[in-house]
Nanobody, 114 residues
Framework: QVQLVESGGGLVQPGGSLRLSCVVS????????AGWYRQGPGKQRDLVAT???????NYVDSVKGRFTISRDNAKNTMYLQMNSLKPEDTAVYYC????????WGKGTLVTVSS
């Protein structure tokens, strides 16, 4: 059974940092493309960042220079380092992997507020 389990969310002040983790099991993570998505209050789920099996990364413009996606295939884990957080980054963050089939985690809530 495929499982993606996110962690690392929480409440942080504007300008602060958080590091999200996503542990993947039950699928071939090392040959899967991976990504982070987010869904803010009353909004649709949107792409935040992606990373290919070869380590090529892509970011939505609003997080470029602030967020960094990475992966550790030996640990079946992907990460999202988020710096200089803004209130508009408040959302539930989901990790996702794709190898023939797309899988999703259940999400972790990030709240940016003073």
């Amino acid at each position: 059974q495929v499982q993606l389990v996110e962690s690392g969310g929480g409440l942080v002040q504007p300008g602060g940092s958080l590091r999200l983790s996503c542990v993947v099991s039950g699928t071939l993570f090392s040959i899967s493309d991976a990504g982070w998505y987010r869904q803010g209050p009353g909004k649709q789920r949107d792409l935040v960042a992606t990373i290919t099996t070869g380590g090529i990364t892509n970011y939505v413009d609003s997080v470029k220079g602030r967020f960094t996606i990475s992966r550790d295939n030996a640990k079946n884990t992907m990460y999202l380092q988020m710096n200089s957080l803004k209130p508009e980054d408040t959302a539930v963050y989901y990790c996702s992997t794709k190898y023939r089939v797309t899988y999703w985690g259940k999400g972790t809530l990030v709240t940016v507020s003073s």
